[in-house]
Each structure stands twice: as structure tokens, then as C-alpha cells.
């Protein structure tokens, strides 16, 4: 049942588990404990649609790369799956094997951890059962560059595919307008004994639950718990810690443009770093994509540089050949972009302000920032990727000069992919979530959703934190099981 | 094959530098020599300039 919390607080006394935030993690987690027979509360901030005054509470302060953090995430029913583009790509058995550079330890999970969800996450994406993920063309010599390989969903708005669902499972409670304002820990027993929720008019109220999941997004899972004094005073997280830390995007780089050899098909090619790529170089993972621009000039300063370039063995001077690749200026037949991986840096993070939003949770201010050695992978991807090209002949690249020149600042766009803040590790030295992503240092408080990436590879992550949700689903219920026939 | 005509004396001295000072860079990226008049051990060599990659045999002083 879907009740509006403005309107109605009908809750009961306690759950089996109260999720915050009805995105595509919180509404699969969700659906699956409470089809397992559990009590589950899913509580949403916004409301069915979108509303300016519950994505006025997204709003924050950055101080980094900009990261349009205001207007990529959604905060409705459905949360950011509302204007989600659908591609996917799953993990692979590296994201999980090899540790990222810069010192953190990488995933304390195998890959196999999470494959057997692959055909459920699927399904919940509406991919047709048991499809390859394919390739638009072949993959470039040399062994660095494969084909990419992905899918796309319709994609799947969670709130529309799962509305039926969602009034209709037994033994779960969807309020929407109610949000949670606070996160009340009990150090003594090692539990979080209640959330206070709030309505719009600031209206609160506690609710116990056995087990709480937050579900919100990598930047609000972070500040829910940043900003709970109790868990604060407990030591489970500090100001400057792992907790909204290791903030992670996908790289849109703007790498160049290109020439394509006359004759060549003109469809867009996707590429993706081999795993002998990331070996070789020590760098990260990443795709690119080569199109075409839609009015592509065959005439005038292309149709000279295409020339040119296709005729460069020709019997001319030296110093005449580079005076004039060094003046020309064109657009190319096509540009291309990318989606590079980030490592985990802690510099890169969330951080809470003394600011409150309308409900009284403090704001937080995003500092997105890369290293060196994020530079070092755009730099690797670029200028192998120009070579490679080629040296298949399929034509010339152009790299912009902020892609093989580090001291040049980055010019980059953000892919609304957030993951990292509350990072998987095997220890509290070194993440916020456990393998079985329970928040270190407690008993019963649990995050699903990207955040919990301890890399975040070049595959959208849409689909992955699916797998994870669903695993995350098949822990409680075992969990909450083993519980009750103890006690039985 | 349209043979391209130039000439390098129109081109200016100015000119002229700016192309290797962007050689150079090219070096930078991939340990080509500036000079680019040979080729590196283990497989064919790169320039950069003005952005373009753009294999080194074709910037030696004789083609081959």
C-alpha cells in the first residue's frame, strides 16, 4: 500500500525492516523481504512525481569538479531510475580481483559473490533472459582495446513497472513525503533503535525497526549518517573519515576528435580497456566511444587535412609535413567521449555543513576531485586508443591537449554515476560497509546502492547495485531466519 | 596520389618553431625522440602534434 505521509501516519509500532528511499535499490529490496514474508517499511521523501519543494532538499554546495549535483540525482518515487538512460554493463571478474591504484584495497568480495544476480538484475531491467551483452564492432589490434559490450533497458522507470507491486505486497507499508531526518543509534546494545521521520510541516516522529537499509543515493546515504550525532559520539563515523569519502564518478571526457578513413563504415565504435590494458599501464578501466558528427564536412579544411592525412607518406619535406599538421584546425569527421573510471581517493568526498535544509538535516558540501593517477588513466586511454587507430588504419585522432598534457586542467563532464561513499571493505581501516554491507560498528544498519562501491570499474552502475541489492535482500532474510529459529 | 605542394619558406621561421616546440611535446608523450628522424626500438613511433597522433616514419627525413 502507498500512503502519503503528509496525509496519514499510519505506521505500525515496528518492522522487520525499514528501508529510506524508493529508488531502484530500495524498491527491490523492498519487494523481495517483504514477498519473504518480513514487515517492511519503505520510506520516501518525495512524492509520486516530482516536486520542487522535495528536490529543493537535494540542493548542496560544491567546491570541487562540478558535478550538477542538484539536478542528477531525482528525489520521487522511482528516485534517479525517473531519467535513467538504461545502459548496462556488468561487472567483470577484474573490477573485483585487481585493487585500484592509489593505496585502498579494491573489493574484499569475489566476483562470484554477486554473479548468480546477474539474471534476476536483468529481469528487473527488463533485458531479454539470458541475452549477451554484444558489441557494435570489433575491438582494435593490439590486445588494449576489446569491443564494448552492453545492453540497453527501455529503460525501466522503477515507480511505473513496480507500481502494482508496490500497493499490493502484503506486508509492506510505501509512504511517500516522509522523510528521514535522523538516524538514532543506542551505542550500548550496538543497534540503531529508530529513524525520526518527518512530513513537510516538520512533523516527527521515531519508528523502530529491526533492521534499517539506507537507500538513497551515494551522496544522501553519506549524509544521513554524517549527519546523526548519536553515531557521530559512538565513533562510527567521523568527520573527515571513510564516510563520505572515496566519492566516485565516471569520467565523460571530451578526449578529441577524429578522421575516418574514407570507406569506412560510419556507425559509432565503443571500446573498452582490456584487462592486459589496465595491467600494463596501472591504469583504470574505461570506454570510449567514436562517432560521427550528424553533418559531417567533406569539404573545405576537413576534406584538406583528410587529404593530407591519408597521403602522409607522401615525398614532401619534414619540415613541411609538421608545419602544416601543426596549423590545421578542423572539426573532424566525429568526436569522441568516454566513460573512464575513477579510483577511490579520499580527498574526493562528502563533507556536512553547519547549513540545515527545511527539515533541520544539515546540508553537505561535494568536493569531486581526481588524482594523479586518475590522470594518468585519461592519459593512457587517449593516447594508446590515437595509436591504435592508427595503426589499424582506420584513421587519425586528435587529442585535445589537456588529455596528454597533465598540467593542462581537465575539461570533463559528470555521467551521474555516484558510488564510493560508504565503500565495501573487509575492515573498518578501510571502508564503511562490511561484505555483507553492514555499516561497521553496528549491528543492524545497512546501506545498498552504489555507495557501497569499493570501485566503481567503467560499467554503469545501475544494474550492478541491483545484484547487490538482491544479495543484500537473500542476507536479511536468511539473517532475520536464523534469528527466529534461534528463538524458536 | 595528388602530390601536396608546399613551401616551407613561406611558412615562416616563426611558424616553423612552433611545430617543434608541439614536436616536442609529442616526444613528451611517447618517448619519441623530438628529432623524429628515427624510430624507436620494438615497434613503430608516435608524434604528437597539434594533437594529432601520427606515426613517426612518416616525419623521418627520407620516407622510406
Redesign the interface.
Known sequence: MIKDYQQQKALRDSYDVCIIGAGPAGIILGLRLAAAGWSVLLAEGGGREYSANSQALYACASTGLELYAGEARLRYLGGTSNHWAGRCRPFSPSDFAVPPIGGLPGWPIPYSEIAGYLPAAMEIVDLPPGADFHALNAGLDGGDFEPDRFLLSPPTRFAQKYATALEQTPGLDVFINCNCVNLEFDQSSGHLAAVVLSDYACNRQRLAARNFVLATGAIENARQLLNSESLLAAGIVSKGGLVGGCFMEHLNIDL?TFILRSGLAPEPREYYTSDAFVDEYKAGKGNVRAALLADVQTYGRTAEVK???E???????????????????CPGDGVISTMIEQFPNLHSRISLLDEKDALGVAKVNVNWALSADDRHTV?CIG?EL??Q???MNLG??????FV??TSIPLRLSPHAHHMGTTRMASSAQFGVVDTNCRVFGTENLYVAGSSIFATGGASNPTMPLLQFALRLADHLDARMNAAREAVA | MGKLTFCTAQLGRRGFLQSCVLLGVGGVVFAATPAVARQPAGGPGFVVINGWVLPSRYFRDKQP
Open positions: 578529441g587529404h593530407f592525412l597521403n602522409l607518406a607522401c615525398d614532401m619535406g619534414v619540415a613541411s609535413k609538421i608545419a602544416f599538421v601543426a596549423r590545421f584546425s592519459k593516447s590515437a595509436k587507430w592508427a595503426d587519425f585522432i586528435k587529442l585535445n591537449d596528454y598534457d
